[in-house]
């Protein structure tokens, strides 16, 4: 277990909690699962710009508090350009909705209700809205993207992965 210490000009060191050991290294008792879903996620990316890329996987791994995906994909984001003003309002984006373009807006809906499907479907108010910002094959696109994080998350927190230990590019 690591454990990190903080400290600002008026106090002394305060210890983090420590490291949480995760349950289950599963990508190593299921190489082949593994390889299929990195196979999957390059697949399911194509297409779609990096940056709406990496917000639905971030927006999607928020809702599933999963933070080991939090962790690498704001950091691939960071890597890719993204702003830490977007990345940091994105937990809160109807009420700051003026960070992003109409097209991200749709992505973030439809990731957001393809991911907590609370009432059992995609609506379709939510599904036009993204279609008109999203031709047939990049809706596929980001579908399949959206898709993908949500099973990257269910292994994350399920094994409960470690965050903070990863690096732009890692899995490439």
């Known amino acids: 277990m690591t454990t990190h210490t903080t400290t600002d000009a008026n106090t002394t060191p305060e210890p983090f909690a420590a490291e949480h050991t995760p349950r289950l290294e599963w990508a190593k008792h299921a190489p082949?699962?593994?390889?299929?879903?990195?196979?999957?996620?390059?697949?399911?990316?194509?297409?779609?710009?990096?940056?709406?890329?990496?917000?639905?996987?971030?927006?999607?791994?928020?809702l599933n508090h999963c933070a080991f995906c939090l962790d690498m994909h704001t950091k691939d984001a960071l890597a890719a350009g993204e702003s830490v003003e977007r990345i940091v309002q994105l937990a809160a984006w109807e009420e700051s909705r003026h960070f992003y373009t109409e097209r991200?807006?749709?992505?973030?809906?439809?990731?957001?209700?393809?991911?907590?499907l609370t009432d059992g479907f995609v609506p379709d108010a939510v599904y036009e809205r993204a279609a008109a910002h999203f031709d047939e094959?990049?809706?596929?696109?980001?579908?399949?993207?959206?898709t993908v994080i949500n099973a990257w998350n269910r292994f994350g927190v399920s094994c409960r992965l470690t965050p903070g230990h990863y690096t732009p590019g890692q899995y490439a």
Do not use: C, F, N
């Open 32 to 62: 082949e699962v593994w390889k299929a879903m990195l196979r999957l996620e390059k697949a399911a990316g194509q297409g779609l710009e990096p940056k709406v890329r990496e917000l639905v996987k971030i927006r999607a791994s928020q």
């Open 137 to 146: 094959p990049e809706l596929a696109q980001l579908i399949a993207a959206i």
């Open 104 to 116: 991200e807006l749709a992505a973030i809906e439809l990731t957001e209700a393809v991911t907590v």
